[in-house]
């Protein structure tokens, strides 16, 4: 299966085990996606990730997703894909967009490699904006 958009894909597949109420989620890897997953777990969006490089021609990710330990809702309420192979997103640094308030992260492509949307304003850079997270 070719797939177009890895990151949609990405979200896509967290989204899916959540709502099936899966405890991980199996996604086929690359180094954009390694480093999108190092961003959720330093962000507390997910438990635990496992980069494992034997399986398959570039090997997976393993991640853990996390329930609220009372209410087992999960953590990640929505994701979603702003900048797509179609219609890309830019913004410089001024006009980064701000998720909640603050309250949620936006993923930002930038020169000085994927961070965060407050990252990306403390260190005064913009980028393509390819999803958010809240």
Do not use: W
């Amino acid at each position: 299966m070719i797939v177009t958009d890895p990151i949609a894909d990405y979200l896509t597949r967290i989204r899916n085990a959540q709502k099936a109420r899966h405890r991980t989620v199996d996604i086929p890897a690359s180094n954009l996606k390694k480093t999108l997953t190092e961003i959720l777990y330093d962000q507390g969006y997910i438990l635990k990730y496992k980069f494992d490089d034997e399986a398959g021609p570039q090997g997976t990710i393993k991640i853990a997703i996390k329930y609220d330990p009372i209410t087992s809702v999960p953590v990640i309420r929505k994701m979603g894909r702003i900048s797509k192979p179609g219609l890309r997103k830019y913004a410089p640094a001024r006009d980064l967009p701000r998720i909640i308030n603050g309250l949620g992260i936006a993923v930002i492509s930038t020169s000085k490699g994927l961070m965060t949307d407050k990252q990306a304003r403390r260190d005064n850079v913009g980028g393509e904006v390819l999803c958010y997270v809240y």
